[in-house]
């Protein structure tokens, strides 16, 4: 059986803007972190990580790992917003037997021939 993980409150996702993806700083129009451990509602976690968003005709999507308190698989859940700065947490969206994360999500278009 694996060993618990340790309980990580430092661990939280925040938005930073700036003029290039090396030079970032915390923006004064977010209030950080956006997404941390206590705002999910369907699980208790130890910490949330490694986001990755994506911007829809609906609005902007964050799929980010979180880790219950009582396990060591990670798991992905979303979160919503409108404006890409303020964020309501959703739900888990993909759970598994094997530990999940750093999510990642593509759009694609199928091709018939």
């Known amino acids: 059986m694996a060993e618990r993980i340790v309980r990580n409150t430092e661990w939280a996702i925040g938005i930073y803007e700036g003029a290039s993806p090396v ?25 949330v990580a490694d986001p990755f968003m994506v911007r829809t005709d609906e609005g902007w999507y964050m799929f980010f790992e979180i880790l219950p308190v009582d396990s060591n698989l990670g798991q992905i859940s979303v979160a919503r917003s409108q404006d890409g700065l303020t964020w309501a947490y959703d739900r888990v969206v993909l759970k598994q037997d094997f530990h999940l994360g750093c999510p990642s999500c593509f759009r694609g278009r199928v091709n018939t021939i």
Do not use: H, L, W, Y
């Open 23 to 47: 030079e970032v700083s915390p923006t004064e129009r977010v209030k950080n972190p956006v997404i941390a451990q206590g705002d999910a509602t369907d699980v208790e976690t130890a910490f």
